[in-house]
């Protein structure tokens, strides 16, 4: 099983659309967890960090069940620019070493 | 602010070549990350330096893979012979250190796309 899972997609959705996000880990000593956004063939860049209360940037939420092992990323009002692959990703702690999601890939359409 | 530099940006080699990969991070960040993106797939990390030494190595495959920051700055990534299965990009990323916090955004290179046929 993979240290952390979400749905590869790809989610196609028209522009103005609410889209969700799910993901899960595996490792319940992680402590720090993030949405990393990916441009088709660019580098990774941090979108947000998630917390265990819940916080908005935006049109982007991201909440964190620490319970269950579950972080979510919710987009509303799509837009085109949106498009993208999104990274799920989780930090095990003391070496900031990061544990990446396959990601969702996001097609926003017109 | 300059961002992390990675060269070259794509290389084509033949298996059982060798082949090097540069990077030099971000001004003052201490630390230095070496990944590997296979297509479809999330960064998996190789290494991790502090400086000039290394904090994690678990998923380099050593009998090919190594990697140096001799002088605590840029770093190298080497991979001697090279196997079809090797073609990803390699992201280099590096953070600054925040000891009042666990955790530290990282920035990532532009990455080397290797192809080995």
């Known amino acids: 099983r993979k240290e952390v899972e979400q749905d590869p997609g790809p989610f196609n959705v028209p522009e103005g659309a609410t889209v969700a996000f799910n993901c899960t880990y595996s490792n319940s000593a992680s402590q720090s967890f993030f949405w990393y956004r990916q441009d088709c063939r660019k580098e990774p860049k941090l979108l947000m960090s998630v917390y265990s209360s819940g916080n908005e940037d935006g049109r982007f939420t991201a909440q964190l069940n620490r319970a269950s092992q579950y972080i979510s990323l919710l987009i509303r009002d799509s837009k085109l620019s949106d498009s993208a692959t999104y990274l799920c990703?989780?930090?095990?702690?003391?070496?900031?070493?990061?544990?990446f999601g396959t990601g969702t890939l996001l097609a926003v359409q017109p | 602010e300059a961002g992390v530099a990675q060269s070259p940006r794509y290389k084509i080699i033949e298996k059982r070549q060798s082949v090097a990969f540069w990077c030099n991070p971000i001004s003052g960040h201490a630390t230095l990350y070496w990944y590997q993106q296979i297509l479809g797939q999330g960064p998996k990390l190789l290494i991790q330096?502090?400086?000039?030494?290394?904090?994690?190595d678990s998923q380099l495959p050593k009998d090919r893979f190594s990697a140096e920051r001799l002088k605590g700055v840029d770093s190298t990534l080497k991979i001697q012979p090279a196997k079809l299965e090797d073609s990803a990009v390699y992201l280099c990323a590096s953070s600054p250190i925040d000891r009042g916090r666990s955790s530290y955004e990282q920035y990532f290179g532009p990455g080397t796309r290797l192809t080995v046929t």
């Open positions: 330096f502090q400086n000039n030494g290394v904090v994690d």
């Open positions: 990703v989780v930090n095990r702690g003391a070496t900031n070493k990061l544990i």
